[in-house]
């Protein structure tokens, strides 16, 4: 499936284009999508296949308390406006995923009143206490229906994939049935759930989904760096290894919800650490816009506290910083070998030597296979293992070639293939 070769660049629409954070009604279409298209050659060099966009339907505020899921946001631009990106992805041959409200929506939804879930004093319920953010009755067929006619609508349109939003709140069986009216006209349109915890191959299984959002590798990959403790991200990737009997997980290291890589890791030298190994293992992998230039930014919880994380992007590539340039060409250069290496999505991972500092990751299918070395100490590690067969493949910018290929400078890491 075409999925397999996915590497994601993900968008956050409404920031990136530096739309105003609540939308007005009866202001006049603002065409801010266009801005996107001057950035998919930028993301093509980057090393990815595909643009996941954030909520693009007519909303109130943020975009995940949807108004109508049939109309493009005002603040973003209209249906010509969305046709022609995606018409111009589709050129570049960069697939389009959508993101999906469906467990909530806002206030003023233009569905009807009866399709919203009620508590057992009659209010509404709502999403995690968000008072604005009301929750859909997913027991009743007409929301399903609603749903199954959403999805099409934009497939016809040319989407190809589905990032379906809070999908862990929505009881499993209703994506079942919502996929069961979807999938016989659209069967290579791949759809993934956002899944924090919880047993993601069971909600896989029930669902229907392709594939579920990695929150647990996420959080093992900078944890593990930070604390210096490998052995959390050793159990990490065993476990992240035994998803893989039943989907390819959707892999990450930073979102549009969390706090920007660069900011969470604690030791800057880190950084390329945390995305070889996202590179390396199994799964889908996605690389949040800005993240591919060290962009920081801290997630607070307040009212605002996703601003720091969904900057507003200058109008084109060249007027990035400069000091955010080595990060990309790192992307480039870890990309590039993912992408020779295909096989990649659903390797399997084995840790061949772990100290709480140092961890030797061989990933591996049929008869390929990688190497990732990774040395967070003080000092350079010889590691006792064999690389008979595998040459260096990637290391951090302006690394001498090693005289010994599995002998990793400190605070280094060496991937061999």
């Known amino acids: 499936m075409w999925v397999d070769h996915a590497i994601w660049w993900q968008v956050y629409p409404l920031g990136f284009t530096g739309a105003e954070p609540v939308a007005q009604p009866g202001r006049p279409v603002v065409h801010r999508l266009e801005r996107l298209e001057k950035w998919l050659d930028y ?23 949807t108004v109508d899921h049939f109309r493009i946001d005002p603040r973003l631009g209209d ?28 206030r003023s939804f233009v569905g009807p009143p009866e399709w919203l879930r009620r508590g057992a004093d009659g209010s509404h319920d709502t999403f995690e206490g968000h008072e604005q953010l009301v929750a859909l009755d997913h027991s009743q067929p007409a929301v ?27 009881p499993p069986e209703f994506w079942q049935g919502v996929f069961a009216q979807v999938r016989p006209e659209y069967p290579d349109a791949w759809f993934f759930g956002e899944v924090i915890h919880g047993d993601y191959a069971g909600y896989v299984a029930k669902s229907g989904l392709d594939s579920i959002t990695q929150y647990e590798l996420w959080k093992a990959i900078w944890s593990s760096l930070n604390d210096g403790n490998f052995f959390e991200l050793s159990y990490a990737l065993g476990r992240h290894d035994a998803l893989l009997d039943t989907f390819a997980p959707q892999t990450f290291v930073g ?24 590179f390396t293992v199994a799964g889908v992998p996605s690389i949040y816009a800005g993240d591919e230039q060290a962009f920081r930014g801290l997630k607070e919880d307040r009212i605002g506290g996703d601003d720091a994380i969904r900057p507003e992007f200058p109008d084109s ?17 870890l990309i ?49 293992i064999s690389a008979t067969g595998l040459q260096v493949a990637a290391q951090p910018e302006n690394t001498p070639p090693p005289a010994n290929p599995v002998e990793v400078r400190a605070h280094s890491w060496t991937l061999l293939a």
Not at 144 to 170: I, K, N, P
């Open 43 to 65: 993301a093509i060099e980057l090393g990815c296949s595909g643009l996941l966009l954030g909520p693009v339907f007519a909303s109130e505020t943020h975009g995940y308390d």
């Open 79 to 106: 249906d010509a406006d969305f046709d022609r990106l995606i018409a111009a992805a589709h050129a570049r041959g960069l697939r389009v995923a959508l993101d999906g409200v469906f467990n909530h929506v806002a």
């Open 144 to 170: 399903a229906q609603y749903v199954a006619d959403v999805l099409r609508h934009w497939l016809a349109r040319g989407v190809d994939g589905w990032r379906l939003d809070v999908a862990y709140a929505v």
């Open 255 to 278: 979102n549009h919800d969390v706090t920007r890589l660069a900011t969470r890791l604690e030791d800057e030298r880190h950084i390329g650490h945390a995305l070889a190994i996202l």
């Open 317 to 333: 590539p060249h007027d990035l910083a400069v000091d955010g340039w080595p990060t990309y060409r790192l992307h480039q250069r």
């Open 336 to 384: 590039g070998v993912r992408r020779r290496n295909p096989w990649l999505v659903r390797g399997r991972t084995t840790v061949e030597h772990l100290t709480n500092q140092t961890a030797a990751l061989r990933t591996s299918h049929d008869d390929r296979q990688v190497l990732l070395l990774l040395n967070t100490s003080d000092d350079t590690y010889h590691f006792p």
